[in-house]
């Protein structure tokens, strides 16, 4: 979004001459943070340190983060705060470019500014429903950015800063019901709205975002230990997460969002934040459902049609959760610096990486070899299940063994952690 020479109208309605990067916009960012900007990490890390610089430009101009800029415009649409898990990102991976202590205080910045709900945020501990309009959804996306700036954080040795919003990520917390087991709007007084109907949804009016409580429930990426002490267990969690492929897909009220789309059960890929649900199973020790899930995603609800995808592209983050997937792996936690396994979806595929070629190989890759038995990163063991970043950019094979029983290749998490 600029001249040949750079030259570029801010969100301060400036001209900006020649400022020595290449300006960027129509950032999605709440579809785009979870998946298109983290593969962008690794296709194109050329490009990222000018996304980088535009939005750190953008923080200078109209003094935070960008939310969803259009046309070098902030339209403020969606929740949250998902300008940080991307800055936060580019810091944790180490990518060059850009001032690392400037770009963290853009973070501190945009996580501190007191608009959009994150005033009474600060004030209640959370986003009480009976003050703001969804509130549970913007609550839960400050607290996962919050997460990713404590990422940042550490990686800069800012101890302080990491606490602080690691404790303060928290929050999402509060809206977790024991009695029902689901993300539940709480008022100003920490009671529970009522009547509360899972399965209900009110487009753009209720205390999700283009979602239910059975979609928001897992909104909790950056801190899934977390999420097993509010559910009081890793077996009962799992218990819940199985149920939410099984239950109706029936999405109920007279005003329901049209993005809850691509439904399984409940789970709705057609709609961002479902995304890294399948791969909480790996992140709980049950890879070969994350396995299922993932192949029958791949390979029902993508196709080479008109109306291949289950939901709206958002500006590539439907195409690049099915690039990740399909090379087995995707970056749950923002800001994490690493990427969970699920199941590749080729028998070799190649990606062309700073340190040469990332090689990821499927062997004995069938329809029915679903379940990964073993990996090897470059002929060794890998008993991970995860990949770093920095394992990916320095390229390697990575090579799964795949076969038609459920196995464990890794130390599954002790129930309760």
């Not at 963290?104 to 600060?122: Q, S, V, Y």
């Not at 994350?290 to 196709?303: G, I, S």
């Amino acid at each position: 979004f600029c001249d040949v020479n750079g030259d570029y109208r801010g969100s301060d309605y400036e001209i900006h001459r020649a400022p020595g990067f290449t300006n960027y916009t129509t950032f999605s960012l709440w579809d785009t943070y979870r998946a298109a900007m983290p593969l962008m990490t690794i296709l194109h890390p050329e490009r990222m340190p000018d996304i980088v610089q535009t939005m750190l430009h953008i923080a200078d101009e109209q003094g935070r983060l960008p939310v969803w800029h259009l046309w070098g415009n902030e339209t403020d649409c969606m929740v949250g705060n998902p300008g940080i898990p991307v800055v936060a990102d580019a810091i944790v991976k180490g990518i060059e470019g850009f001032d690392r202590e400037k770009a963290f205080e853009a973070i501190r910045k945009t996580a501190m500014d007191p608009g959009r709900g994150n005033g009474l945020r600060m004030e209640h501990g959370y986003i009480p429903c009976d003050l703001f309009n969804e509130a549970v959804a913007y609550d839960m996306e400050y607290a996962l950015a919050d997460g990713a700036a404590a990422r940042a954080a550490e990686a800069l040795g800012r101890t302080e800063d990491a606490k602080y919003f690691t404790e303060r990520s928290h929050s999402y917390r509060n809206y977790f019901d024991p009695a029902t087991r689901f993300m539940r709007g709480r008022d100003s007084k920490g009671g529970w709205r009522t009547p509360f109907n899972p399965f209900a949804s009110t487009h753009r009016a209720d205390d999700y975002c283009e979602g239910n409580a059975w979609q928001y429930t897992w909104l909790a990426p950056h801190d899934v230990e977390g999420l097993v002490g509010c559910f009081g267990g890793r077996e009962e969690m799992l218990g819940k997460l199985d149920s939410l492929f099984t239950v109706s897909s029936v999405v109920e009220g007279a005003e329901t969002s049209p993005d809850i789309s691509g439904l399984i059960g409940q789970y709705a890929h057609g709609n961002e934040p479902s995304h890294h649900v399948l791969y909480l199973y790996t992140m709980l020790g049950q890879p070969w459902k994350t396995a299922d899930k993932v192949r029958e995603v791949l390979t029902t609800l993508y196709h080479a049609e008109p109306d291949g995808l289950s939901g709206n592209e958002d500006v590539g983050q439907m195409s690049a959760w099915y690039v990740l997937s399909s090379l087995g792996m995707y970056e749950v936690e923002p800001a994490g610096g690493r990427y969970w396994f699920g199941i590749p979806l080729f028998d070799r595929a190649e990606v062309k990486v700073p340190g040469g070629v990332f090689v990821v190989a499927a062997k004995n890759n069938t329809p029915e070899n679903r379940y990964v038995q073993r990996i090897t990163l470059d002929g060794k063991p890998y008993d991970k299940p995860y990949i770093t970043h920095g394992e990916v950019m320095r390229g390697g094979v990575l090579e799964f063994e795949m076969g038609p029983e459920p196995a464990l290749w890794y130390d599954a998490p002790a129930t309760g952690k």
